[in-house]
């Protein structure tokens, strides 16, 4: 007995499953639990990478990270976080380049964003996350929990294979 759904994303062939597009094919994830203290904008300050290798070099890889953080009073009425997605590392492509104002102090804040890529490879691809803080010496961005506080959370990259 055959089952079809309206999407035709699964069907039942024959006794077995048949997955199409669209599916997950595998799912990677990387937790941070390094603290850091970002003090500077010149220096790129790494935070975590996590590796897949795509069944199939059309299938697409959907990134997701989540990075907690919270700045300190500093000698500036403000700051801004920025967090960086590079694939495989710094010297290589930017996917994402993310910033978050620093105006409110001692606040955690959850950085969340998503990006779909095309490595078209079957080769296996490294994702890193990186923070810089904007201006140099205006605070201190503290990443993972840094300021001992218990309650920031911890920083995780998710990395999901998607059938193309």
């Known amino acids: 007995m055959a089952i079809y759904f309206p999407n035709q994303n699964i069907q039942e062939i024959g006794g077995g499953l048949n997955l199409t597009g669209g599916t997950v094919v595998q799912i990677q994830e990387t937790r941070s639990t390094d603290s850091l203290s970002v003090y500077n904008y010149a220096t790129l300050n790494f935070l975590m ?3 897949i290798t795509p069944k199939s070099a059309s ?3 959907l990134v997701y990270m989540h990075v907690p953080f919270r700045f300190d009073s500093g000698p500036l009425a403000w700051s801004l976080g920025q967090i960086f997605l ?3 590392n710094n010297s290589g492509t930017q996917l994402i380049n993310g910033g978050w104002e620093g105006g409110q102090r001692n606040i955690i804040h959850h950085y969340e964003k998503q990006y779909l890529d095309s490595p078209n490879s079957t080769s296996t ?3 890193s996350v990186y923070c810089v803080n904007y201006p140099s010496g205006a605070g201190t961005m503290y990443v993972n929990n840094a300021l001992q506080q218990n309650s920031d959370g911890y920083a995780y990259l998710r ?3 998607i059938s193309a």
């Open 86 to 88: 590079y694939r495989p």
């Open 59 to 61: 299938n697409k890889i």
């Open 49 to 51: 990478s996590c590796t």
């Open 159 to 161: 990395l999901t294979e």
């Open 125 to 127: 691809q490294t994702y």
